[in-house]
C-alpha cells in the first residue's frame, strides 16, 4: 500500500491564483482530513470528510474548497491564493470502524509558498 | 476534548530514556491520551494511546497516573531519529473518528 499520497511536494503560487492540493489513499479508509501547519505551530483542521460526498468545515475552512466524489481521493482547492495561506498542507485518513483509536495515516505534505 | 499541556522543548542524550510530560487535569472519565509524534517536515505518526492503564508497544510506554492529570510518554532507549515534536491530545471515547486538535507539542532534541 502506497498509504496517503499526495501531490505536489512543493508549489509557489502568485496572490490570486487557484490550485488544487491532490490527496489520494489506498487504505479503503471512510475518514479524510486536511490540515495545514504554519511554522513553529500546530496542525489545524481546514476541512474533514467522513465519507464520499460528505464534508465538513474545521476550524480555518475559509478560503479554500472541498469535494469527496470517491472514497479514495479528498482535493483540497485555493480559489483566490493569498500570502496568508502559505503553509504547509497535510491530508490524512482514519479506518472510521468505530472504537477509541482510528490511528489516522498522514500523507508527506504539500509546501506551499503564495507571493 | 480536555486541554494539555507539555513543555515547549526537551534534550535526551542518546541511549537514554526520554520521558515526555503531558498534564491534563480536567480530563473526564471516557477521554483517552493519545500521543502522535512528527519528524521534521513529515506527517505525524501515531505512536500510542491510553485511558488509564499503562500501556506499551514497540515504539513506548505511557505511564498514566493514577488521578489521570497527566501522563509520561516513555522512549526507553532515544536514538537520533527520534528528534521530532511529540503531540499529547485527548479525546473522548466517541471521538475515534473525529479530527485531531494539536497543541504545540514538546521538542525533543536527541543528542550524540
Known amino acids: 500500500n502506497a498509504g496517503v499520497t499526495q501531490t505536489p511536494k512543493f508549489r509557489i503560487l502568485k496572490i490570486g491564483q487557484s490550485m488544487t492540493l491532490q490527496c489520494a489513499q489506498d487504505?479503503?479508509?471512510?475518514?479524510m482530513y486536511w490540515y495545514r501547519q504554519d511554522p513553529g505551530m500546530g496542525l489545524k483542521l481546514i476541512y474533514y470528510?467522513?465519507?464520499?460526498?460528505?464534508?465538513d468545515k474545521g476550524e480555518v475552512p475559509n478560503g479554500y474548497n472541498v469535494s469527496r466524489s470517491t472514497t479514495e481521493d479528498f482535493p483540497l482547492r485555493l480559489e483566490l491564493a493569498a500570502p496568508s495561506q502559505t503553509s504547509v498542507y497535510f491530508c490524512?485518513?482514519?479506518?472510521?470502524?468505530?472504537?477509541?483509536?482510528?490511528?489516522?495515516?498522514f500523507g508527506p505534505g504539500t509546501r506551499l509558498t503564495v507571493l | 476534548d480536555a486541554k494539555t499541556t507539555q513543555p515547549p522543548s526537551m534534550d535526551c542524550a542518546e541511549g537514554r530514556a526520554a520521558n515526555l510530560p503531558c498534564n491534563h487535569s480536567?480530563?473526564?472519565?471516557?477521554?483517552?491520551v493519545y500521543w502522535y509524534r512528527q519528524i521534521h517536515s513529515q506527517g505525524p505518526q501515531y505512536i500510542i494511546h491510553?485511558?488509564?492503564n499503562n500501556e506499551t508497544n514497540e515504539m513506548a510506554s505511557l505511564i498514566i497516573t493514577e488521578d489521570r492529570k497527566s501522563s509520561t510518554l516513555i522512549l526507553p532507549h532515544a536514538t537520533l531519529r527520534d528528534t521530532a515534536v511529540y503531540y499529547c491530545?485527548?479525546?473522548?471515547?466517541?471521538?475515534?473518528?473525529?479530527?485531531?486538535?494539536f497543541g504545540k507539542g514538546t521538542r525533543l532534541s536527541v543528542i550524540a
Open positions: 487504505m479503503n479508509h471512510n475518514y
Open positions: 491510553g485511558l488509564k
Open positions: 490524512a485518513s482514519s479506518y472510521g470502524g468505530g472504537g477509541a483509536v482510528n490511528e489516522q495515516f
Open positions: 491530545i485527548v479525546r473522548g471515547l466517541g471521538s475515534g473518528n473525529t479530527p485531531l486538535v
Open positions: 480536567t480530563i473526564s472519565g471516557n477521554e483517552y
Open positions: 470528510s467522513v465519507g464520499a460526498g460528505i464534508t
